[in-house]
């Protein structure tokens, strides 16, 4: 099994998205003795964002000419390689981080991640589980006076399934900063939720 470990918080140890990315992969180890683990720190190594100098790293056939493409690149080939995809997600302004909208950028590539089937998309990943270790400062659950503002885990959900993914599941801590013991309770809820993870 190989799994890929991303994480995209500016917060370092402090990083509830980090701890419960890493209790996930913990528990997707323990469950599947042997897997191989890659990491990628989108915080200190982000990926240059799509530009029209580096667009060509979105046509499969192009050559991987200069740094920007081989680096958009190889993180596609990273995607591609995994069993399991889990990825620290932090709500920031509503939505995901900057770095880790970059990265999601580099996975919508036509013929390697999705296509077209009688005139509709299609996407390709169906074989891939992907976990999403989600912290939000606020709530945002339906019927909520935030939910209109809700366009973290929406717009996750809705890009993983254009690329296919099927088996998507998220891991929640919210409400964050909101005090320290609604914080607590987050966080020891979400862990929770990792050790009631399976085998997919």
């Known amino acids: 099994m190989n799994i890929l470990h991303i994480d995209s918080s500016i917060l370092g140890d402090q990083s509830v998205s980090r701890k419960l990315s890493a209790a996930i992969v913990s528990k997707l180890r323990a469950l599947a003795p042997g897997a191989d683990v890659v990491y990628r720190d989108l915080n200190s190594e982000p990926l240059p964002a799509l530009t029209t100098a580096n667009a060509a790293a979105l046509d499969p056939a192009a050559p991987a ?24 997600a932090p709500m920031y302004n509503f939505s995901v981080p900057a770095p880790l909208k970059a990265w999601l950028d580099a996975l919508a590539v036509p013929g390697k991640t999705f296509g077209y089937e009688n005139g509709a998309p299609k996407g390709l990943l ?69 050790e009631g993870l399976r085998a997919a």
């Open 65 to 88: 000419d200069n740094d920007e493409v081989r680096a958009l690149n190889a993180a596609l080939a990273q995607v591609l390689a995994a069993d399991a995809i889990v990825v620290g």
């Open 126 to 194: 169906g074989a891939k589980r992907v976990i999403v270790a989600s912290s939000r400062g606020g709530v945002y659950a339906p019927q909520t006076p935030m939910a209109a503002l809700e366009h973290h885990e929406n717009y996750l959900r809705a890009f993983f399934g254009f690329l296919g993914v099927t088996q998507l599941e998220f891991v929640r801590a919210e409400g964050l900063k909101m005090g320290p013991e609604q914080a607590e309770r987050a966080v020891a809820g979400a862990l929770q939720q990792v």
